[in-house]
């Protein structure tokens, strides 16, 4: 009996070009469409109109709750596309291994949903059990190419790039609230995660499909899996929870299992500054030297979530101005405090007119003034400004450090997340101190004088005599930057290499193991 499929070129419509460089040589075994009409199955008679309506009716009814799923679609609008895992004699062994992949979902921390396992396998089943009538059987060889290539991009991109994206997950998690004044017509969101995460492209999706018509797809599904220290990690506290039982740990580590799957650069050797937020801890660490150290810090509140980045700290500058971020004049200083005198004196914030660069008394300026570009507000530098005496800055688009600060019992508080953004640290003299390269006793002496700390030296003592109105300290300078991580993990791996976990302040857990159940 012939299975006549000629009419799923009709539903093949749309030419996307990064599917359609497929050379003859790649395609061997491969049916085309014009070899569709010299099908023949002895068990069935396939209606290829079926086939070509039931592609066409999955990829408008399952939903891309994964960014992987747009890249199945793509293929199924491609009218020179050519079809995957079935062929005239029915299901191709290449399912086969994909399904062997597949199966062990369980050790990803994800349920069969996430590719539709059990409705797979019952159709596979029943097409190679000749279970299923002529009509039934064109519909079901349909779902199974659709449903077989949506598993299989989905734990390509999954295991390769994370089964979420967390660059978009997260930068469309918290609103940016206007100041009162302002009306908005669409809702903003404010931008928290800024890590350099890589993620799937159509490159990587044809060189997936690629793998499929060169036969080459077990070796291609190895090569995706995450090789980092960290998954490995992660992936053993899973197993060990899953052994005991032990439901919590399971979470959470089937949470930042997830985590490890994202690929950006992390800490590794070097000189390096690692602050996880979930922890409210900075760890330092000088692999060259084998040192680290470790203090708590204060991080933004749930309003004002301290951004997840990476960058460098060449410099550490003492006894810095506050120059007090628009955001805070507009939204807290000036509805409450617009003329008000005595506040700005307490705090000692000055006015500074950008263009003419005078200073003007805060009190004297109106609330459109405050609110305007034309005025910088400051807080002055030294005893009770709200960065303390010692800053780190490093380059971010915003605008957040890490700094000492004029209230140290907040450090006493269990959960530290108080701040506007900005990273809080402990010991900030220690910190600073950590990454110079063998400074003097007296150079240090002059660091603690410049920020009113007593001299520890007999030769520091005589300086600070000799010199009872020296000039503050220029900026500490490092031989090389320091790289700078702000991150968050609710599962982490201690100095000594055990396994701690921390509270979800952010709520951040929550996300992610919201969004991979609904895959």
């Known amino acids: 009996m012939r299975c006549g499929f000629t009419t799923i070129a009709l539903y093949f419509t749309l030419l996307l070009s990064f599917f359609v460089s497929c050379d003859n040589a790649d395609k061997v075994n491969m049916p085309t469409i014009e070899e569709l009409q010299s099908w023949t199955c002895p068990e069935y008679t396939i209606d290829g109109k079926s086939v070509a309506n039931e592609l066409k009716h999955c990829v408008e009814t399952w939903s891309e709750s994964m960014y992987a799923d747009k890249y199945t679609n793509k293929y199924y609008q ?13 299901v191709r062994r290449e399912a086969d291994t994909l399904m062997s992949y597949i199966t062990k979902y369980g050790d990803l921390g994800l349920s069969q949903q ?8 019952a159709m596979i089943d029943s097409v190679r059990n000749f279970n299923c009538s002529n009509h039934s059987a064109a519909k079901t060889l349909g779902s199974i190419e659709y449903l077989l290539t949506r598993a299989y991009m989905r734990y390509a991109c999954g295991q390769r790039y994370g089964f979420i994206n967390p660059r978009y997950t997260f930068n469309h998690l918290l609103v940016d609230q206007p100041a009162n004044s302002e009306k908005r017509s669409t809702t903003t969101y404010r931008r928290i995660f800024a890590l350099d995460v890589e993620e799937a492209t159509d490159s990587f999706a044809h060189t ?6 060169q036969h080459r797809i077990s070796d291609f599904l190895s090569s995706v899996q995450p090789t980092d220290t960290i998954y490995r ?13 032990d439901t919590t740990r399971l979470r959470l580590a089937s949470i930042n299992m ?12 070097g000189r390096y500054i690692f602050v996880n937020l979930a922890a409210q801890q900075l760890t330092a660490v000088d692999t060259q030297r084998d040192t680290a150290t470790t203090m708590l810090v204060c991080c933004g509140n749930a309003t004002h979530k301290t951004p997840l980045l990476h960058s460098k700290i060449s410099h550490v500058e003492l006894n810095p101005y506050w120059v007090i971020p628009q955001t805070i004049v507009s939204k807290e200083i000036m509805p409450s405090h617009t003329g008000d005198s005595a506040y700005f004196a307490r705090n000692r914030y000055r006015a500074i007119n950008k263009e003419t660069k005078e200073m003007v008394d805060p009190a004297s300026l109106s609330a459109a003034e405050l609110r305007s570009a034309r005025y910088t507000l400051r807080q002055d530098k030294g005893a009770g400004n709200s960065l303390g005496r010692v800053i780190f800055r490093f380059p971010n688009d915003f605008s957040v450090y890490l700094h000492d600060t004029n209230n140290h019992s907040a450090f006493q508080y269990a959960n530290r997340a108080i701040s506007h953004g900005c990273v809080r640290v402990e010991h900030p003299l220690d910190l600073a101190l950590f990454f110079l390269d063998n400074p003097t006793p007296l150079y240090v002496d002059r660091i603690r004088i410049a920020i009113d700390r007593a001299p520890l030296t007999a030769e520091g003592r005589r300086y600070q005599a000799a010199h009872p109105d020296a000039k503050s300290m220029p900026n500490i300078s490092y031989s090389s930057p320091v790289d700078v991580w702000l991150d968050y993990w609710t599962l982490y791996p201690t100095p000594d290499g055990r396994m701690e976990s921390y509270p979800d302040n952010y709520g951040y857990d929550r996300t992610i193991e919201k969004k991979l159940k609904s895959l």
Do not use: C, V
């Not at 990690?233 to 039982?245: D, I, L, P, V």
């Open 233 to 245: 990690q992660m992936r053993n506290e899973y197993h060990a929870a899953k052994q005991s039982g």
């Open 78 to 90: 491609n009218n020179a596309a050519t079809l995957l895992w079935i062929d005239r004699m029915g």
């Open 208 to 213: 997936a499909i690629e793998q499929i018509h």
């Open 258 to 269: 997830e985590r490890a799957r994202w690929r950006y650069q992390r800490p590794n050797t």
């Open 114 to 121: 996430a590719f539709a396992l059990d409705t797979l396998q």
